[in-house]
């Protein structure tokens, strides 16, 4: 939960909140929950002043991606079709941005890994993560480190389980990783890695009694850049997916903006200038993401869940959520059913992005 002024959530106003099940309730494991934020001591209006007034300063990397991992040659080995895309030429030798800003400080339950939080858990013991990425324009790979984790669940909505060390999310975004712990004594760091760059935070989990050291704030190395093929979000399964139903309406919407000026456009509108998009409560709608930009949106819909259900022209029953991660020149379906009439926003949830406009109305009609 967290305030909708996209300044004061860049302060920092936002705090988790966790609905459990009976099940939830039940289950034989401790519970960590961890909101990862980023934060810096410059007020969000002169933020905005610098990217605004110097593109290409104010710690904007536009390199990041030399060095950052991404592999453009990659993208045509992982079965994904662009289809109505400019097609995989229009990649060739184009930058994505990654991050705008470079924050003092990032922050895993409010500190950093000068004096992180320490989390008592059981020799042997299953811990079920509920980690949050509460940033502002951060995102995220979540490093488990030697203890193999468990994806099973994405923005509170089960999925089939995904085995694996490093999971990625971006704002707005929720990742629940269980993590079956050796029986013996130790200290497993649960990273959280800023995309394309060094820094991290984190917490620890620590048996009783063991020896925790001091962590570095930086790692070795440079992350990637986080699901630029949807190589993650392809492998997610809703564990209940949607009925399938033919959409009585699909909606194209494309995200666009420019790094100068500093303005970020859904369907080619600023909120304010912006056009509905209208649906009824209770049809089947689907809702096509189109990025013709050079920065990934998580783009983010209130007061409904929907389904991942396609990415570049390949069908498939992907993953339940409310926001969901659009990387440059991309595009990925969602499904859903009309909630309740009312007039829902619809917006990036990159921070910086929805101060100059990121933002739109999904009406819903009775
Ligand atoms: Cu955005």
């Known amino acids: 939960m967290h305030s909708h002024i996209p300044q004061q959530e860049m302060q920092l106003l936002a705090a988790p909140l966790i609905v459990r099940s009976a099940e939830d309730l039940a289950a034989d494991r401790q519970e960590v929950v961890t909101i990862f934020q980023d934060f810096s001591f410059t007020s969000p209006d002169e933020l905005m002043a610098g990217i605004e007034h110097e593109p290409g300063h104010g710690g904007m990397d536009h390199g990041a991606m030399g060095h950052g991992g991404m592999d453009h040659g990659a993208m045509g080995g992982q079965g994904m079709d662009h289809g109505t895309m400019s097609g995989m030429s229009g990649m060739q ?30 020799r042997g013991g299953r811990v079920r993560l509920r980690l949050i990425n509460g940033a502002s324009a951060t995102v995220f790979w979540i490093d488990t480190g030697a203890v193999e984790g468990r994806l099973v669940a994405v923005d509170g909505h089960d999925i089939e389980p995904v085995s694996g060390n490093r999971f990625g999310f971006a704002m707005g975004q929720r990742l629940d990783i269980e993590l079956d712990l ?16 060094r820094e991290r935070t984190g917490i620890i ?33 809703a564990a209940r997916p949607l009925a399938a139903r033919e959409p009585a309406d699909t909606k194209m919407i494309m995200l666009g903006g420019t790094m100068s000026p500093y303005r970020w456009t859904i369907n080619d509108r600023v909120w304010g200038e912006h056009v509905p998009i209208r649906a009824r409560s209770g049809e089947r709608v689907e809702l096509m993401f189109h990025n013709m930009s050079m920065m990934a949106h998580p783009m983010h819909l209130h007061g409904h869940v929907f389904q991942v259900v396609g990415i570049g022209n390949r069908r498939f029953a992907g993953a339940l959520r409310d926001t969901v991660h659009i990387p440059p020149m991309s595009m ?18 990159h921070m910086p992005h929805l101060i100059t406009g990121m933002m739109t109305e999904f009406v819903v009609a009775a």
């Open 332 to 349: 990925v379906t969602v499904a859903l059913d009309g909630g309740e009439a009312a007039n829902w926003m619809l917006h990036c949830h």
């Open 182 to 197: 050796p029986a013996g004594e130790g200290v497993y760091p649960i990273f959280a890695l800023r995309e394309g760059e």
């Open 205 to 237: 989990l620590a048996t009783p009694g063991a020896r925790v050291e001091r962590l570095d704030g930086l790692s070795e190395e440079a992350s990637p850049a986080f699901d630029y093929d949807l190589a993650q979000e392809a492998r997610l399964r």
């Open 93 to 122: 030798g184009m930058e994505m941005d990654l991050n705008d800003i470079d924050f003092d400080a990032y922050l895993a339950n409010d500190r950093t890994l000068a004096d992180p939080e320490v989390v008592r858990v059981e």
